[in-house]
């Protein structure tokens, strides 16, 4: 805020001149050489009065940032640097707050930046005015409007990326708060010979390469279209691609643009299926074909792509291939159908091709207006926006130019009419007397070309019209016969001798002067163009149409209103076009925004002085300045001039009482400034020369740098009284202090010797008295020895007789009692370490303590066994209680025991809960399973196994079939007898049920298993939990086991298997199973 605050006029840190007004000297040079100063130091906007000139910088600049749009509100115009924002704020202010309609001329030559300066007053007003749902509704259509129009209305040029094919006007409706409520879109000439032809180093229209690059595989196929631009004839090759476009972007861009102005899902889908229409038309080719009468027709080559076209748009493919053959007259009440050669089906072909495109151009701009038109009927406020095609002078000049450049002719008329009008009005309003000012009129050269008996247009529609053969030639014909005379005219083949040998003037071209300068325009076309001639026969072709949209674009083509009449051409339409665009721009307060190109390289930091000169010339801004110079230079308000330069008199220095008028009239007698170098006005004062201005400004600022001098001194001054004080104030604060701080430390001093001589003398006083307590301290002892050795004696005498009686006794004892502490303390150092197995325990020392040395064995690895079960938790408490019952049940009577040890008990061999295969037997177990594994089941028929799953549980043990996990057999803890075993390196073992137990019928079960130390285990310690009862568990090479009603002894014995190590199981006979063990 301080910054701005600061800044309070354009005169402020100006690089170069801000308004070419105060340009001093005036000439083609100064002005260049200030424009290219400013352009170099990032300054693009210069003012001429109240027109903007605007340089394409090409390339981002931080220039149009919130901060900035904040910056700009609500300022005066020329309060801060010239920029794009303030002419945008002083129009939306004269809308809302003086009822003024305003509307803002954007104009410039191909390239110079006419469409992105549109968008920036379009963003402005748009983050000035109000808030709230509905008009930010209106706000995002009316700015998102923007994006569809350039993708269907834009293309890349030579001079410009995204060059404007069409003109535009926008009018923006605003309500009497200044809000938006809607808007109304004008297109002018859209460039439909481009849909067909692109001169060389050009693009098509941006829609056609977006929907190829951005549109999906799917939607493509829909459309009928491939990827690949060689695919059609219609797109240019050699620039398909433009660098730092991405045409895919974009198309998302477009549709959802689309989506935000209203455009409904099937009208987009319409519209696209035009476009791709469209786009295979161009792939339409023709064949000569002799008919018997001698007449030449054309046949198409490859039907397939007229068929596709015929799908998309709805077309009974019949019908359209007769439009492209034949061409039907009709004469008041005959018709005459005649055959197309060759030439002319490509000419109705591309004739289709460009109107069907142009109408669905004319139609998007229709549909647009209807979304963002305003909804209310009460009065409006009107911002027109006018972005319209610049000045045009190419190589190869043609019928699009000449009307681009009628358009800019008509333009510059209007502004120059403006400008003065503006300038009078101010100047009568002031009261200040008008002269006359002499310019160019270029009302003559618009004359030319519109004049209703000899304009150039007008002999074009006649020659159109006329019966009879009708060529180039002979229009050109006519124009050398009408205008020979006229000043602005040159024909190499008019009667005037001055051009006859003009070289650089063929015979088919004629030139204009133009106010921007000579163009030269080739005649060829020009009628054609003119004409902009579509086939009835193709026009009820497509009305037949099924395809909603395009029947509802050639409303022509309905037999039913069948029209005689000759269509208007394509001069006339767009001569009154611009009629109604004049007339609408007369009607609001002009905003002129001027732009110019600085390079033809699309380069930034390039500043090229011949190009950007022959802009200034053809954009009339020297004649522009001039205009604006011819009475006052410069003129301001009282106040903020009085506010300015009021320190260049004493009396209006520092505050002027009286009103802002008379402290001006008193400021300039003060001065002494000539009284023809400036008049009063009602509220300002007018400055006729640039010179005095920039005098005041001189003056102005040498008296700044007085002023600061003065401030300077004073500050200077008031600083060093300010230091000296403080400094004398600190001087007495540090005196005091430091007084205090030394009558401190002598206190301390005396202090510190006082203690000093009374710790002295204290000292010796304790010392005397430590002294003659010592003393008696000793007498005391030695009276106390002298006793104790005088009564020593006496005892000694009394038991001398009893000593010698006992002392054998005693030296025993204290020897024995010497020998145990040696001991204790040896064992001490030679502990062996705390860990159960370690069997390492010290060598007895003596015999006599062989007794104590084992017990001290036995209770110390006691306590280290205890220690370690200290360790464990429950878990591991289990399992190891679990090892132990094993090794206790199998233990030097099983020989497969050893290799269990080492392999932790895991019970849940199988995740029966986590694998959905055995979901049925985890529901039909309603207990905590104990053990879940995979076991061989033998049959005692044959001794084969089969796979059973083996689950033990706190009450039964069930056997599952593995593969259905069905429940086959369920047995009670109570009702296993015992389990039976070998003694071998094997895993088969049998449960004996109990006779008479419900489960005893089908017999006892013959097992094999990987993990049978364990399972025996756990059964064994479940059934004594359970059951209270230990289960027997009986290993023997030999036993019996009960298969229903008989009994078959099973047989272990040693020998070589086929299968390796694995035991196997062989039947004998009725009564003997034998089990082969390796």
């Not at 150039?456 to 030639?473: F, K, N, Q, W």
């Not at 050639?554 to 001069?571: Q, V």
């Not at 400004?697 to 200077?716: C, G, M, S």
């Not at 001398?800 to 004892?813: D, H, V």
Request: aromatic residues 10%.
């Amino acid at each position: 805020m301080a910054k701005m605050e600061a800044k309070t006029s354009l005169l402020d840190n100006m690089i170069g001149v801000g308004d070419m007004v105060l340009l001093e000297p005036l000439d083609e040079d100064s002005f260049i050489n200030n424009l290219k100063k400013r352009f170099d130091h990032n300054e693009v906007y210069t003012y001429i009065g109240s027109v903007v000139i605007s340089i394409n910088p090409y390339r981002s600049l931080p220039i149009y940032s919130p901060e900035k749009v904040e910056e700009y509100r609500n300022r005066n115009f020329y309060e801060l640097s010239p920029h794009i924002f303030a002419l945008s704020d002083e129009a939306y202010r004269s809308l809302r707050d003086q009822d003024k309609d305003q509307c803002i001329l954007i104009t410039g030559e191909s390239g110079a930046g006419k469409t992105e300066a549109s968008k920036l007053v379009m963003s402005y007003v748009a983050a000035v005015c109000g808030k709230g749902a509905e008009v930010n509704q209106v706000k995002e259509q009316l700015l998102q409007s923007n994006p569809v129009l350039e993708a269907f209305g834009n293309a890349k040029t030579v001079r410009n990326d995204n060059s404007s094919r069409f003109g535009k006007y926008m009018d923006i409706e605003f309500d009497f708060k200044g809000d938006p409520l809607g808007g109304v879109i004008s297109n002018y000439l859209l460039e439909k010979s481009r849909v067909v032809k692109q001169p060389r180093g050009e693009r098509n229209f941006h829609i056609f390469y977006q929907i190829l690059s951005g549109a999906s595989e799917d939607f493509l196929c829909e459309l009928k279209l491939e990827r690949d631009f060689s695919r059609y004839n219609y797109l240019g090759l050699d620039s398909a691609h433009v660098n730092g476009v991405d045409d895919a972007a974009n198309f998302r861009t477009v549709r959802n643009a689309m989506q935000i102005v209203g455009f409904m899902d099937h009208e987009t889908q319409s519209v696209f299926e035009v476009v791709a229409a469209v786009l295979k038309l161009g792939n339409i080719e023709f064949k000569p074909e002799s008919r018997v009468n001698g007449l030449d027709e054309s046949k198409i080559k490859d039907k397939n792509e007229l068929k596709e076209i015929c799908e998309l748009t709805g077309i009974d493919q019949s019908v359209l291939e007769r439009a492209f053959s034949f061409r039907t007259v009709e004469a008041k009440q005959e018709k005459v159908s005649t055959t197309l050669n060759v030439a002319q089906a490509y000419y109705a072909r591309d004739a289709l091709a460009k109107n069907l495109y142009s109408r669905l151009f004319s139609w998007l701009v229709t549909r647009i207006n209807e979304s963002i038109k305003a909804q209310t009927k009460v009065r409006k406020k009107v911002m027109g926006v006018l972005d319209i095609y610049g000045f045009e002078i190419f190589e190869d000049n043609s019928f699009e130019q000449f009307i681009i450049n009628y358009c800019n002719e008509k333009l510059q008329q209007i502004f120059i009419e403006l400008t003065l009008k503006e300038e009078q009005e101010e100047y009568i309003r002031e009261g200040i007397e008008w002269t006359h000012i002499e310019y160019f009129n270029n009302a003559i050269i618009c004359d030319l070309i519109e004049n209703n008996q000899t304009g150039i247009l007008a002999m074009l529609d006649e020659e159109c019209l006329r019966p009879g053969t009708v060529t180039d030639e002979t229009f050109l014909e006519k124009l050398n016969q009408v205008c020979a005379t006229h000043q602005h005219f040159e024909s190499r083949m008019s009667k005037c001798s001055r051009f006859l040998n003009d070289t650089s003037l063929p015979h088919s071209c004629f030139r204009i002067q133009h106010y921007a300068g000579k163009v030269m325009y080739q005649v060829e076309g020009f009628v054609d163009k003119n004409n902009d001639l579509l086939y009835r026969d193709l026009s009820q072709a497509m009305w037949k149409a099924s395809h909603s949209l395009i029947k509802a674009l050639f409303p022509e083509g309905n037999p039913a209103k069948i029209n005689l009449k000759r269509p208007p051409t394509a001069g006339s339409q767009f001569k009154a076009s611009v009629a109604t665009l004049m007339k609408n721009l007369q009607t609001k307060n002009p905003n002129y925004i001027r732009c110019i190109k600085p390079n033809d390289k699309k380069a930034a930091h390039v500043f090229n002085d011949a190009l950007v000169c022959h802009q200034i010339r053809y954009l009339g801004l020297l004649e522009n300045v001039r205009v604006r110079r011819a009475g006052y230079a410069f003129r301001q308000a009282y106040e903020p001039c009085l506010e300015r330069y009021k320190m260049l008199c004493r009396q209006t220095w520092p505050h002027w009482r009286g009103a802002a008028r008379a402290g001006v009239e008193v400021l300039f007698n003060e001065l002494e400034i000539p009284e023809e170098e400036f008049s009063f006005g009602r509220s300002k004062i007018f400055i006729r020369n640039p010179r005095t201005l920039f005098k005041l400004e001189d003056l102005r600022k040498q008296r700044l740098e007085d002023l600061a001098t003065l401030i300077e001194k004073i500050y200077r001054g008031w600083k060093c009284r300010t230091r000296f004080l403080l400094m004398k104030k600190s001087q007495i604060v540090i005196a005091s202090w430091y007084r205090r701080y030394a009558q401190q430390k002598k206190y301390q001093k005396t202090k510190s010797s006082a203690v000093t001589v009374q710790s002295y003398i204290r000292g010796w006083k304790a010392r005397k008295l430590l002294r003659e307590l010592k003393h008696q301290k000793r007498c005391n002892e030695a009276a106390t020895i002298i006793a104790a050795y005088w009564h020593g004696t006496q005892v000694r005498r009394e038991y001398r007789k009893f000593f010698r009686a006992n002392a054998g006794r005693k030296i025993y004892e204290f020897t024995l009692q010497r020998i145990m502490q040696k001991y204790f303390l040896e064992m001490k150092k030679k502990m062996p370490s705390l860990s159960p197995i370690d069997k390492n325990w010290p060598a007895r020392p003596y015999l006599f303590l062989d007794s104590t040395h084992k017990e001290l064995k036995r209770i110390f690895h006691l306590w280290r066994c205890k220690k370690y079960r200290d360790q464990f938790t429950d878990q591991q408490k289990l399992i190891y209680e679990e090892k132990l019952e094993a090794s206790e049940l199998f233990k030097d009577k099983k020989a497969l025991y050893p290799a269990s040890v080492g392999q932790p008990f895991q019970g849940a061999y199988l995740e029966i809960g986590k694998n959905p295969k055995y979901k049925k037997l985890k529901d039909a177990v309603d207990e905590k399973i104990i053990i879940a594994e995979v076991v061989n089941k033998i049959n005692r028929a044959n001794g084969k196994a089969t796979s059973r799953i083996f689950l033990l549980t706190k009450n039964n043990v069930l056997l599952a079939d593995q593969k259905s996990g069905n429940i086959k057999s369920e047995v009670p803890l109570g009702d296993v007898a015992k389990v039976s075993m070998s003694s071998q390196n094997d895993g088969f073992f049998a449960v004996h049920l109990k006779e008479g137990s419900g489960a005893a019928g089908k017999g006892d079960f013959l097992l094999s298993s990987d993990h049978l130390i364990e399972m025996a285990t756990k059964l064994y310690r479940t059934t004594l939990s359970q059951t209270k009862q230990k289960l027997n568990i009986e290993i023997a090479d030999e036993f019996l086991v009960q298969f229903r009603q008989d009994k078959v002894c099973v047989k272990f014995i040693q020998g070589s298997q086929k299968n390796g190590n694995i035991p196997t199981c062989k039947r004998k006979n009725n009564r003997l199973l034998e089990v082969a063990v390796p």
